[in-house]
């Protein structure tokens, strides 16, 4: 079924070009067709309000430049943040991790491979002083030749879900949940928490307002885009759909 976007069709070829932007995502011809359609709304758009269009990027960014607009945070906003989220702002910190991973693979059973993990977590956590022997038979990360140890991780070594994880860790020992990141399921152990140190808020305020910034222009350039979305013809796509990513 073909897609037209304001009487515009999209062609496979576009999509095709498209799609190697998107080879990480569960469903790449999805993703690059919402990001298509996205950008021939834009596009529209901008043509409707007069603008040169032979520059995609430059197009767009004057077009939301013009069109969106968000609050600038003030120094009390930055200073709620900063409390709220410590975290954030604790430079040094490290955590001495071992992980057992159950890989996700394009052809495996992902209920049978989270039962297989959740079911050899709940025997670690009966018997934690096996987890390097598990790690080594069950593990499919290369750390599972030294007993899935990763060794000392820092904030942004790691992706988000599994920083997460091994930075909310107080206690050391055997997690007592598993861990999904795009690379499969973990079971982790962190084997030891080394503390950092807090920066002060008057060396972080500016960087604290340029996120609160970013994060505002973000949330109101994706209620611009549903209200532009809403406006155009659709064929061979659904409005609900795009919603989900805009």
């Given amino acids: 079924m073909s ?19 998107h080879v990480r995502a569960e469903r ?14 834009l596009l529209d ?3 409707r309000q007069g603008f040169d269009v032979t520059d995609l990027e430059a197009t767009v960014a004057k077009l939301i430049e013009r069109e969106v ?5 003030n120094d009390e906003d930055c200073l709620r943040h900063y409390q709220s989220y410590p975290e954030h702002f604790t430079m040094g910190a490290l955590v001495n991790v071992s992980h057992i991973l159950f890989q996700v693979t394009p052809d495996v059973d992902l209920h049978l491979l989270r039962d297989r993990a959740t079911t050899l977590l709940a025997e670690l956590l009966e018997a ?6 598990f790690a080594q038979q069950y593990s499919n990360c290369p750390s599972s030749r030294v007993g899935g140890s990763l060794g000392q991780l820092s904030r942004g070594q790691t992706v988000a879900e599994f920083e997460r994880a091994i930075f909310s860790v107080a206690v050391p020992g055997v997690l007592n949940y598993l861990v999904q990141t795009r690379f499969g399921f973990h079971i982790i152990r ?17 960087q604290i307002a340029n996120a609160l910034r970013a994060a505002s222009l973000d949330h109101a350039t994706q209620q611009y885009l549903k209200v532009l979305v809403g406006r155009a013809s659709l064929d061979g796509v659904n409005h609900q759909t795009l919603y989900r990513q805009y």
């Fill in 69 to 73: 607009t968000c609050p600038v945070a």
């Fill in 128 to 133: 934690p002083q096996q987890f390097a022997t």
């Fill in 28 to 41: 790449p011809i999805d993703d690059a067709l919402r990001t298509l359609v996205i950008q021939r709304i």
């Fill in 3 to 21: 897609v037209r976007v304001n009487d515009i069709e999209i062609t496979d070829e576009e999509i095709d070009a498209e799609i190697h932007h």
């Fill in 45 to 47: 758009e901008a043509e």
């Fill in 190 to 206: 962190v084997d030891e928490v080394i503390a950092g140190r807090l920066l002060p808020f008057e060396h972080v305020c500016k």
